[in-house]
């Protein structure tokens, strides 16, 4: 299998968020590690994945999931060494995969060396590396995130005697980006991977790299300048390797990111996320449609990112207030299953388990504009904790079998980083890749096959995105691109419906279902008309042209 050589690969790809400590543990000490991912490549090469994306593996007290980084190039010892991390891009190339990595660049962990440095030798040469005052007075205008755990941005160093800012916990140091030599020593780290032969970075927590008083400290034109300094590093030495933004922003404000094809190659799609939870519990595409067509074009060289789950709680932050508390009721009916802005629960869980809801979410992220991120264990619909600290209610054990340690670990169980999901019906004794891998009619196999159907049309990847408008609890769209027009039906609603779209400003002289079973599917005067069962959704080629 070749790598695939097209620069623009990303815009067709298939992403696969894998939390390195709990997928699969090599060496038996309880713990997931990189040899251990190294050894189920074939399984994401069977499932349709095109692209890992790996959080934070480096040297880390791990009191924010890694997210607190003490070491940019390095890799936390119990999840292997640099070696084994060349060793998985040289098994991934060989299977035509390609891996990018977090890098998080906004923050570091209180146990860096640069911040114990900088704590103790305020004019030593890390003594601008982080953002000092001597009260907290700055800044006020800037919302904390972590509204469950912390209540103030600013935090007070006894070491220096002076306050810290910190956008996330009060372990986790802003990083000073006004001091040229911070950005210096990211470029280096940057580089590092990038020669190690990772094929790009996910960017964590971009908006807040730089602070200005008065403002909010998101977005700010500083923090712009800085990822196109990175941008530029990555064109001239690395051509080829992608910046994927995670910016939790608004979409005017997250378009920004792209810069004019001159900043991240992809952002997430934050605020379609939620709307499509949103959308299957109303039964209406209302907040989906006006969500998408608020949504600016973006640059010719750029990609969205778009996702139904990843290892944080499922943030409300990009919703109405009325948005928020609907969801809330709706999804978090328990207290608990609320964190910070959002809700820490897994998909499958979030739907009942349903099957058709499942299905409808993936149909949808499939045939959004954009490249699909899946989250590990949601192909085979895995549950979560919530009673779990923090967000570790969706990060427990991948369950690749039904035997004790589920496949994942053969130590002792409770040497695991998280126990093993245990509830009714999403145990691994019920739930587990191998017995979806025998299972022809299971969740694994149906996401594999139309994984397929979709890597065989770029319309998904590259096509321009239309909404068609029409009855509310259906909500209808068309990729086209170069002659190729695929018309998506998605029915949001518990109830069957019949919809009549008005196809006539593509060529029609037919209509080829490539994925569903709608009923009383007709074409004429330019009209489809189709039936849809609940929350049934259908993809259909219009013209018989094809572009397979
Ligand atoms: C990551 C979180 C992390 C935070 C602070 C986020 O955006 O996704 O998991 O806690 O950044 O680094």
């Not at 799609?269 to 949504?295: C, K």
């Not at 949601?378 to 009673?387: T, V």
């Not at 999403?426 to 397929?452: C, F, I, K, M």
Request: glycine share 8%; charged share 25%; aromatic share 12%.
């Amino acid at each position: 299998m070749t790598v695939s050589t097209d620069a623009e690969w990303f815009k067709t790809a298939v992403f696969y968020e894998v939390l390195v400590r709990s997928f699969a543990d090599s060496n038996n000490d309880g713990i997931g590690d990189l040899k251990g991912l190294s050894s189920k490549l074939d399984y994401l090469q069977w499932l349709g994945i095109d692209c890992l994306w790996l959080p934070p593996f480096f040297p880390s007290p791990l009191r924010d999931g890694g997210y607190d980084v003490a070491d940019y190039t390095g890799v936390l010892p119990e999840l292997g060494t640099v070696d084994d991390m060349r060793d998985l891009l040289t098994a991934t190339r060989e299977r035509g995969m390609k891996v990018i990595i977090d890098f998080v660049m906004n923050h570091t962990s209180d146990a860096h060396p640069w911040f114990q440095a900088s704590r103790s030798d305020p004019s030593g040469p890390y003594g601008a590396f982080y953002v000092w005052r001597d009260q907290p007075e700055e800044y006020l205008d800037a919302r904390v995130i972590f509204i469950d755990s912390i209540s103030s941005n600013w935090s007070f160093d006894e070491v220096r005697g002076q306050y810290f800012w910190h956008r996330f916990y009060a372990h986790q140091p802003d990083l000073n980006f006004e001091s040229p030599r911070v950005l210096e020593e990211i470029l280096d780290a940057v580089r590092f991977w990038l020669e190690l032969g990772v094929d790009g970075f996910r960017l964590d927590a971009v908006p807040y790299l730089i602070e200005q008083d008065g403002t909010n400290c998101e977005n700010l034109p500083g923090t712009h300048e800085i990822l196109k300094k990175v941008r530029k590093v990555v064109d001239e030495e690395f051509p080829g390797k992608i910046m994927l933004c995670e910016a939790n922003q608004w979409p005017n404000e997250v378009i920004e990111y792209f810069g004019d094809d001159d900043e991240c190659h992809m952002a997430f799609h934050f605020p379609v996320m939620p709307r499509l939870y949103l959308g299957i519990r109303e039964g209406s595409r209302a907040s989906i449609s006006q969500i998408l067509a608020d949504t600016p074009a973006i640059p010719p060289g750029c990609q969205w990112g778009t996702f139904l789950r990843n290892h944080d709680e499922l943030t409300l932050e990009m919703v109405t207030e009325d948005e928020r508390q609907y969801m809330w009721s709706e999804y978090a009916p328990d207290p608990r299953m609320k964190c910070n802005l959002g809700i820490r629960r897994r998909l499958a869980p979030l739907v009942d388990g349903d099957r058709r809801r499942i299905e409808l979410l993936h149909g949808l992220l499939l045939a959004l504009p954009g490249s699909p991120v899946l989250y590990y264990g949601d192909e085979i619909g895995m549950g979560d904790n919530i009673w779990l600290q923090d967000r570790d209610g969706v990060r427990t054990p991948m369950q690749w079998t039904e035997g004790p340690g589920a496949g994942f670990s053969s130590a002792e169980v409770d040497t695991f980083p998280y126990p093993l999901i245990d509830s009714p019906g999403y145990g691994p004794e019920v739930l587990n890749v191998a017995a979806q891998q025998a299972d022809p009619a299971s969740l694994l196999h149906w996401l594999r096959d139309t994984l397929a159907i979709r890597r065989d049309r770029p319309v998904f990847g590259r096509g321009d995105f239309t909404d068609l408008g029409g009855a509310d609890a259906v909500f209808s769209f068309v990729r086209s691109l170069e002659g190729t027009v695929v018309v998506c039906v998605n029915n949001l609603s518990a109830t069957a419906q019949s919809v009549e779209l008005d196809v006539s400003a593509w060529s029609t002289s037919a209509a080829d279902v490539i994925y569903g079973s709608p009923a009383e599917l007709t074409l004429d005067a330019e009209l489809l008309r189709l039936s849809l069962a609940p929350y049934a959704f259908c993809w259909i080629n219009l013209g018989g042209s094809g572009d397979a």
